[in-house]
């Protein structure tokens, strides 16, 4: 159940709830509220912080004791740090401290989004938002399948101040937020064995039921007729048949047009080129961009977006079996260029590029695609930074702000064309593996580059944040649901970029050096 969230103007010291959080910045600097609780410990609050060695701190939280003088049963403080520094992430991890503080309390008040000018980095709607996320993802646990774990109690969050009317508006789509967030996190989280592509189809339906989002799903034959190949190819080694999912949501005087595209592969056993047992075992979290996709795209009416958004998920089981594509075979992708496949763990680049290629072919004015895509970003960035690539430095600058916004890092990496040869083939338009063994997350972009025509791209490699290895503040171990919250950023602050100059020349040229006539690397014409 989500967490409702109510305004109070009630002195902190009158409210009634199972706990009262407080937020105390390095000094330390005791925030609103605090005065309640030194009342009630009669003048002894700073002692006590002294004794207990509690200085404030991110991340430090203390209970207090209240000798039942406070309406609160139980009062905690909330470590945040230096409030010159406090930002929006600032307020999501101290959001998931009192979610952590509150795991048997039912109800929680906490005077945090009321710090105002003492924190003058933060603007309080922003703060409202943050905190409303934090507190949401930081009580989150993925319990479906835990038979002794107890679930936390906590049900609703009382924010008190006087706020102003922005404060309400701002905790529900800071709720709302988070709530696509977490079912991004339980859907990765899902065992593959209980997610097969039709599954995942058949629960994105259902999440976007009545929220203004249409959803096309593609089997069997729409496949083979929409000349899918790399969905087909990589599909074709499962019992469990791909899908291709396309979701539209057109508001009334739509502006703009965004296209959303992500990698879900519901489970990477690596096929033929088959993963160790090891490498397997998180690879149930190979279809984090397609969850990220889908779950931002169910928040997009109720945030008010204007642009016309456009979701493009290819869902396929990548397994080794006597029907699985072979290294050496070549598939066709949807805009006739011809795949070399030699190692068929590089899978997700070959169901992109059929995404992008339908992508590009609605001429949105700009597109975005997330994968977990390659080790080799994780060497590169670490587990937690997305490696940011693209063809548009306009275009790649407005997906930086908006990961920025939203908390989630991105870096950028480079796509050098002095690399593009390592993709070329003897016997196809191109390999999708380079012949080198370094820069495995560029020449993976430098592939998914050959398959966008005319139209500004960002490519996120979400393969390091997708998943987290152990709990960090509003972050637990498993799916993260990273992207989610860039991805909203980015649709409620939508500005055309610019077309990009000479991209089609690009391709022409490209294909005129594998002597292929352009003819061929056309997208072939509409059914
Ligand atoms: N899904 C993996 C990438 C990955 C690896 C994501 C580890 C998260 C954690 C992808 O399909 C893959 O296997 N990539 C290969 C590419 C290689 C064969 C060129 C890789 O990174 O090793
Ligand atoms: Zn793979
Ligand atoms: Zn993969």
Same mark, same amino acid.
């Given at each position: 159940?989500?967490?409702?969230?109510?305004?109070?103007?009630?002195?902190?010291?009158?409210?009634?709830?199972?706990?009262?959080?407080?937020?105390?910045?390095?000094?330390?600097?005791?925030?609103?509220?605090?005065?309640?609780?030194?009342?009630?410990?009669?003048?002894?609050?700073?002692?006590? $912080?002294?004794?207990?060695?509690?200085?404030?701190?991110?991340?430090?939280?203390?209970?207090?004791?209240?000798?039942?003088?406070?309406?609160?049963?139980?009062?905690?403080?909330?470590? #945040?740090?230096?409030?010159?520094?406090?930002?929006?992430?600032?307020?999501?991890? =101290?959001?998931?401290?009192?979610?952590?503080?509150?795991?048997?309390?039912?109800?929680?008040?906490?005077?945090?989004?009321?710090?105002?000018?003492?924190?003058?980095?933060?603007?309080?709607?922003?703060?409202?938002?943050?905190?409303?996320?934090?507190?949401?993802?930081?009580?989150?646990?993925?319990?479906?399948?835990?038979?002794?774990?107890?679930?936390?109690?906590?049900?609703?969050?009382?924010?008190?101040?006087?706020?102003?009317?922005? #404060?309400?508006?701002?905790?529900?789509?800071? =709720?709302?937020?988070?709530?696509?967030?977490?079912?991004?996190?339980?859907?990765?989280?899902?065992?593959?064995?209980?997610? &097969?592509?039709?599954?995942?189809?058949?629960?994105?339906?259902?999440?976007?039921?009545?929220?203004?989002?249409?959803?096309?799903?593609?089997?069997?034959?729409?496949?083979?007729?929409?000349?899918?190949?790399?969905?087909?190819?990589?599909?074709?080694?499962?019992?469990?048949?791909?899908?291709?999912?396309?979701?539209?949501?057109?508001?009334?005087?739509?502006?703009?047009?965004?296209?959303?595209?992500?990698?879900?592969?519901?489970?990477?056993?690596?096929?033929?080129?088959?993963?160790?047992?090891?490498?397997?075992?998180?690879?149930?979290?190979?279809?984090?961009?397609?969850?990220?996709?889908?779950?931002?795209?169910?928040?997009?009416?109720?945030?008010?977006?204007?642009?016309?958004?456009?979701?493009?998920?290819?869902?396929?089981?990548? $397994?080794?079996?006597?029907?699985?594509?072979?290294?050496?075979?070549?598939?066709?992708?949807?805009?006739?260029?011809?795949?070399?496949?030699?190692?068929?763990?590089?899978?997700?680049?070959?169901?992109?590029?059929?995404?992008?290629?339908? =992508?590009?072919?609605?001429?949105?004015?700009?597109?975005?695609?997330?994968?977990?895509?390659?080790?080799?970003?994780?060497?590169?960035?670490?587990?937690?930074?997305?490696?940011?690539?693209?063809?548009?430095?306009?275009?790649?600058?407005?997906?930086?702000?908006? =990961?920025?916004?939203?908390?989630?890092?991105?870096?950028?990496?480079?796509?050098?064309?002095?690399?593009?040869?390592?993709?070329? &083939?003897?016997?196809?338009?191109?390999?999708?593996?380079?012949?080198? &063994?370094?820069?495995?997350?560029?020449?993976?972009?430098?592939?998914?580059?050959?398959?966008?025509?005319?139209?500004?791209?960002?490519?996120?490699? #979400?393969?390091?944040?997708?998943?987290?290895?152990?709990?960090?503040?509003?972050?637990?171990?498993?799916?993260?649901?990273?992207?989610?919250?860039?991805?909203?950023?980015?649709?409620?602050?939508?500005?055309?970029?610019?077309?990009?100059?000479?991209?089609?020349?690009?391709?022409?040229?490209?294909?005129?050096?594998?002597?292929?006539?352009?003819?061929?690397?056309?997208?072939?014409?509409?059914?």
């Amino acid at each position: 159940m989500p967490l409702s969230f109510r305004t109070v103007t009630t002195a902190a010291g009158q409210v009634t709830a199972d706990l009262l959080a407080v937020p105390v910045g390095t000094g330390p600097a005791l925030g609103p509220g605090a005065d309640a609780v030194d009342d009630a410990l009669e003048g002894g609050l700073r002692a006590f $912080m002294e004794e207990a060695g509690f200085e404030g701190k991110a991340g430090q939280t203390l209970a207090v004791p209240t000798f039942g003088r406070l309406r609160a049963a139980a009062a905690v403080l909330v470590g #945040i740090g230096e409030l010159d520094e406090l930002d929006a992430d600032g307020l999501r991890r =101290a959001g998931a401290s009192v979610a952590r503080a509150a795991k048997k309390a039912k109800s929680v008040a906490t005077t945090i989004v009321e710090l105002g000018a003492d924190a003058p980095k933060l603007e309080p709607a922003d703060a409202a938002q943050a905190f409303a996320e934090g507190v949401s993802l930081g009580a989150y646990r993925f319990l479906k399948y835990k038979g002794d774990a107890e679930a936390g109690r906590l049900e609703r969050v009382i924010v008190v101040g006087k706020g102003g009317t922005r #404060i309400a508006p701002a905790l529900e789509r800071g =709720a709302a937020v988070a709530e696509a967030v977490v079912w991004a996190r339980d859907i990765v989280n899902e065992p593959a064995g209980a997610k &097969s592509p039709a599954a995942f189809a058949d629960a994105a339906k259902r999440l976007l039921r009545g929220t203004g989002v249409t959803v096309k799903v593609l089997s069997g034959a729409d496949l083979k007729a929409q000349k899918l190949g790399g969905v087909l190819g990589v599909g074709q080694g499962s019992d469990n048949p791909p899908r291709f999912v396309r979701l539209t949501y057109n508001p009334d005087g739509a502006k703009g047009s965004l296209a959303l595209v992500g990698k879900g592969v519901v489970f990477d056993s690596g096929g033929l080129s088959l993963k160790t047992s090891s490498g397997m075992e998180t690879m149930k979290t190979d279809m984090s961009g397609a969850a990220a996709v889908i779950a931002a795209m169910s928040v997009l009416s109720g945030a008010g977006v204007k642009t016309k958004v456009v979701g493009y998920v290819p869902m396929v089981e990548n $397994m080794p079996s006597g029907a699985a594509i072979r290294p050496g075979d070549v598939l066709r992708i949807r805009n006739g260029k011809t795949v070399e496949v030699l190692n068929t763990d590089a899978e997700g680049r070959l169901i992109l590029a059929d995404a992008l290629s339908l =992508a590009s072919e609605d001429k949105p004015d700009a597109v975005v695609d997330l994968a977990t895509l390659t080790g080799a970003c994780m060497v590169a960035l670490g587990d937690k930074v997305a490696g940011l690539m693209g063809n548009d430095a306009v275009w790649t600058d407005q997906v930086r702000a908006a =990961a920025d916004r939203a908390g989630e890092p991105v870096w950028p990496l480079p796509l050098p064309s002095e690399y593009r040869k390592q993709l070329e &083939s003897e016997v196809a338009d191109l390999r999708n593996i380079g012949t080198g &063994s370094y820069g495995g997350a560029l020449t993976a972009g430098l592939f998914l580059r050959e398959f966008v025509d005319g139209v500004p791209w960002a490519h996120l490699d #979400i393969a390091g944040p997708a998943r987290a290895g152990s709990d960090d503040g509003y972050i637990a171990k498993g799916g993260t649901g990273f992207g989610v919250r860039t991805l909203v950023e980015l649709a409620t602050g939508f500005t055309k970029p610019p077309k990009p100059k000479g991209a089609a020349k690009a391709t022409k040229k490209a294909a005129k050096k594998s002597g292929k006539a352009t003819k061929k690397s056309k997208r072939p014409k509409k059914k």
